[in-house]
């Protein structure tokens, strides 16, 4: 197997085990993508490995390499991916991992084009930002990337970009942007990733890499925050460079710029949880900053951020925190902070 996999090009292997005790506890502390157990071993069988292994990492991959077909049902009862029966051929191994990067959703290589939708707007390709003729271009292409993949319509497009344009002068300047949009692109080596279906456009996001979109599918998997995910969450929240298109003046983006925004903030006050409850303050600390940085007032941020400095005793840095919540609410809103920093701090 081992072989199997490396000749595949495309499979790094964490580990390999003969012993299904240690494959437990090492997957108690690495991530991994896919598992390709036995059934039959001594102390732990392949299914009862695969329990483990599932409540660990639920977005595993487990496939089961046995010689006897009779284990089949049980396998897919227990959500195997796969079942691939011994000897085992480059072929058929293929299939399973073709399987496995489309069910699971793993990106195997880099795009071409990266878009770059937090703080201000652009596009990459290769080593240089992608140029466009008018702002219009770069803000149809925005529009398209925000879309993610749905269809939309002409008359959509038009409302949101050019509110105050109708009939034939509305549809000249969508026909000419979009003829931009696709010329920049095709200068840097692009094939246009727009496609025109019965009237609609839609963008091929399978062909780009937009942090965005990784952030927003990333943040919604509802994966537990644990020893062994917590480097993945710190990677999605360190996407999120700034507000969702926070520097580009589209109005259209303003609800979708709140949605954005109330992820990562609840990312980040999960993740503060999880590294206050392992005793962890400082980090916790240095995490709830970044997030002030995008929303300084923000109440729940502030309190978590005092509270973990005065778990860490670092009683100045949470008096100096305090007094530059109390001065932002006051001169922004006019308003005292909330009583419950007022007993946190009178405790402390």
């Known amino acids: ?57 639920s977005w595993a991959a487990v496939v089961f390499v046995t010689a006897y077909n009779e284990y089949a049902v049980e396998a897919f009862r227990l959500n195997a991916l ?29 795009s071409q084009m990266q878009v770059r939708c937090f703080g201000r707007f652009k596009v990459i390709i290769g080593s240089g930002k992608a140029k466009f003729r008018t702002g219009k271009a770069e803000e149809l292409l925005a529009y398209l990337i925000d879309c993610r993949g749905r269809e939309v319509s002409r008359n959509e497009v038009i409302d949101r970009l050019w509110p105050d344009y109708d009939g034939d ?17 095709l200068r840097n080596g692009i094939k246009t990733p727009i496609e025109h279906l019965r009237g609609s456009y839609r963008l091929d996001v399978d062909s780009i890499d937009c942090d965005g979109h990784r952030f927003l599918a990333r943040v919604s998997a509802a994966y537990k925050i644990n020893d062994i995910t917590i480097s993945e969450y ?49 980090k916790a600390a240095d995490l709830l900053k970044t997030g ?25 840095a949470a008096a100096q925190y305090y007094d530059l919540y109390k001065k932002g609410l006051k001169s922004e809103l006019g308003l005292e902070p909330e009583a419950e920093f007022r007993r946190l701090m009178r405790q402390n």
């Open 1 to 57: 197997m081992e072989k199997l996999l490396g000749d595949s090009g495309i499979v790094e292997i964490k580990g390999k085990f003969t012993d299904p005790v240690k494959a437990r506890e090492f997957v108690k502390k690495v991530k991994i993508d896919a598992a390709f157990l036995v059934i039959e071993m001594p102390e732990l069988d392949g299914f009862q490995l695969s329990n483990h292994i599932l409540d660990l990492q």
């Open 292 to 316: 002030l940085t995008h929303e300084p007032l923000h109440s729940i941020l502030n309190y978590r951020l005092i509270e973990a400095l005065l778990a860490a005793k670092d009683t100045i």
């Open 234 to 282: 710190e990677e999605i929240a360190a996407l999120y460079t700034g507000h969702y298109l926070g520097d580009n003046e589209f109005q259209w983006a303003e609800r979708n710029r709140m949605l954005y925004r109330e992820k990562y903030i609840r990312l980040i006050i999960k993740m503060a949880d999880y590294y206050n409850t392992a005793e962890e303050y400082v």
């Open 169 to 185: 002068r509305a549809v000249a300047h969508f026909n000419t942007t979009l003829h931009y949009v696709r010329k920049a692109l």
């Open 82 to 110: 796969d079942y691939i029966m011994k000897p085992v051929d480059q072929d058929r191994l293929q299939e399973t991992l073709d399987r496995i990067i489309q069910e699971k959703d793993i990106q195997m290589n880099p």
